[in-house]
């Protein structure tokens, strides 16, 4: 299995990026998949998770500012990221959820004037 994160980068308070996840594997199409960060001392956390129906849901901190989709016949993940705050920096890597124990290198997101 392999999760291949882009799209990081550096952008101003206030920009847009768009991640996005290559997913290869078994049972992709059927599983949940999420966007998780870690920023700097910090631990690893969820913001953002969609079911293999499309259901998906974001932590209040990125309410209203993060979209999560996926495409089930890409095997892809992306995560529309607006508003972004200096508190989104973080590294950002997707994974099933629950996570599996292999995580991919991610990418890095920071936000700074």
């Known amino acids: 299995v392999q999760l291949q994160a882009s799209g990081g980068g550096l952008v101003q308070p206030g920009g847009s990026l768009r991640l996005s996840c290559a997913v290869s594997?078994?049972?992709?199409?059927?599983?949940?998949m999420g966007w998780f960060r870690q920023a700097p001392g910090k631990q690893r956390e969820l913001v953002a998770a969609i079911t293999g129906g499309g259901s998906a849901n974001v932590v209040d901190s990125v309410k209203g500012r993060f979209t999560i989709t996926r495409d089930n016949a890409k095997n892809t993940v992306d995560l529309q990221m607006d508003n972004l705050k200096p508190e989104d920096t973080a590294v950002y890597y997707c994974?099933?959820?629950?996570?599996?124990?292999?995580w991919g290198q991610g990418t890095l997101v920071t936000v700074s004037s």
């Open positions: 594997g078994r049972g992709f199409g059927f599983g949940a």
């Open positions: 994974n099933h959820v629950p996570p599996m124990a292999y």
